[in-house]
C-alpha cells in the first residue's frame, strides 16, 4: 500500500480550497461548451459532477487540470490562480487527473508506465547523473519501490512485466489511477472511472477511490453510473448546456425536475 505520510504541499491558505473555479466560459468557435460556469470543490470532499451527454464535464476538467485555456473565469489550486498555467504546474500544484478513456503506452511494461508518473526524480536532469550518481541511484530505487506499492494497490502487481496493451479497458484504469499516484497528489480529477469496467474491477476501483478519500484525497468525479456517484459522492453538481444547473446530495438532485428535464433533452444548447 502507498504511504500517504508524504511531506504536504504549502498552500496559500490554510483554508483554500483544493479547487475553485469561478465564472469559467470556454469557447469553441461559436460554441460555448462551458458557459459561465462555478464550481468548488472542498478539502477532503468527494463530489460528483454529472450531466447529459455534450453538457460540458470534460470541456470543465480540461480547464481545471490546465489541458484548455479557459475564454475567461479564474480557476484556482488550493488558493493559487493557475488558469493562464500549464497542466505541469497543475501536477506541481498536487492535482492529478484520469481521462475517460486512458492511453498507456502499448509497448512499456505496466511498471514503466506507473514511473512515468513520478515526479522531480534526479535522473532527469542528465548531469546529476555525474554529479550525484548515487543519488540517481537511491532516487530510482525509491521510485521503483513505490511504483510496486501503487501497482500492489490497484491489484496489478501480477502484471508489472506484461506490455501494457494486454490489459483490459478496466485494468487500464486501474493503470492509470496507479501512475497519477506516483506524483502523491493531494486533489484527483476523475473522468468516468466506470465506464466500460467490469462490475468485478468496478467494486476493486470503487474500493480504492473510498481508501484514497478516507486517506485525505478530495476527489472530483465525473460518473454516468448514478449508483456509483451515489455510493462516492455527498454532493453533485449537475452541468447542463455548459451551465451549473443544480446541486445537492445525489438522491435529491435525481428527483430534481430540472435535473431530469435536462437528462430527458429539454435544456437547449
Ligand atoms: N475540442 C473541441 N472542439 C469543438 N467542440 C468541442 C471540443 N470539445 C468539446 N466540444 C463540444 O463541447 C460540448 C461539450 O463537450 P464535453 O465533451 O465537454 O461534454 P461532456 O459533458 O463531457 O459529454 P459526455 O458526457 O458525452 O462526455 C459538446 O457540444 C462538444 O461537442
Redesign the pocket.
Same mark, same amino acid.
Given at each position: 500500500m502507498p504511504s500517504a505520510a508524504d511531506a504536504p504541499r504549502p498552500t496559500s491558505s490554510a483554508a483554500a480550497m483544493p479547487v475553485e473555479a469561478r465564472d469559467l466560459v470556454r469557447r469553441?468557435?461559436g460554441?460555448r *461548451?462551458?458557459d459561465g460556469m462555478s464550481i468548488a470543490l472542498r478539502q477532503g470532499e468527494m463530489l460528483g459532477l454529472i450531466?447529459?451527454?455534450? *453538457?460540458?464535464? &470534460? &470541456?470543465?476538467?480540461?480547464l481545471i487540470a490546465g489541458s484548455l485555456k479557459p475564454t475567461s473565469g479564474s480557476i484556482q489550486i488550493s488558493g493559487e490562480e493557475v488558469s493562464g498555467e500549464g497542466p505541469e504546474r497543475r501536477i506541481a500544484h498536487g492535482l492529478g487527473r484520469t481521462f475517460?478513456i486512458p492511453r498507456p503506452f502499448p509497448e512499456m511494461t505496466v511498471l514503466e508506465n506507473v514511473l512515468t508518473g513520478g515526479q522531480s526524480q534526479a535522473g532527469e536532469h542528465i548531469w546529476r547523473n555525474f554529479l550525484q550518481p548515487g543519488r540517481v541511484a537511491a532516487e530510482e530505487k525509491a521510485a521503483v519501490d513505490r511504483a510496486r506499492s501503487l501497482l500492489d494497490f490497484v491489484t496489478l502487481s501480477g502484471l508489472e512485466d506484461e506490455p501494457a496493451r494486454v490489459l483490459s479497458g478496466g485494468q487500464r484504469k486501474l493503470l492509470e489511477l496507479a501512475r497519477i499516484l506516483m506524483a502523491d497528489p493531494e486533489t484527483i480529477l476523475l473522468d468516468?472511472p466506470a465506464a466500460g469496467v467490469n462490475p468485478t474491477l468496478l467494486e476493486i476501483i470503487i474500493d480504492r477511490v473510498l481508501d484514497l478519500n478516507a486517506r485525505g484525497k478530495s476527489v472530483l468525479l465525473?460518473e454516468?453510473n448514478m449508483d456509483m456517484v451515489a455510493r462516492l459522492c455527498g454532493r453533485v453538481v449537475v452541468?447542463a448546456a455548459?451551465r451549473h444547473l443544480a446541486e445537492g446530495p445525489p438522491a435529491e438532485v435525481a428527483r430534481n425536475p430540472a435535473v431530469i428535464e435536462a437528462y430527458l433533452g429539454g435544456v437547449a *444548447?
Open positions: 469553441f468557435g460554441l *461548451a462551458v450531466g447529459p451527454n455534450g *453538457a460540458g464535464k &470534460t &470541456t470543465l476538467f480540461n475517460q468516468e465525473i454516468h452541468m455548459g *444548447a
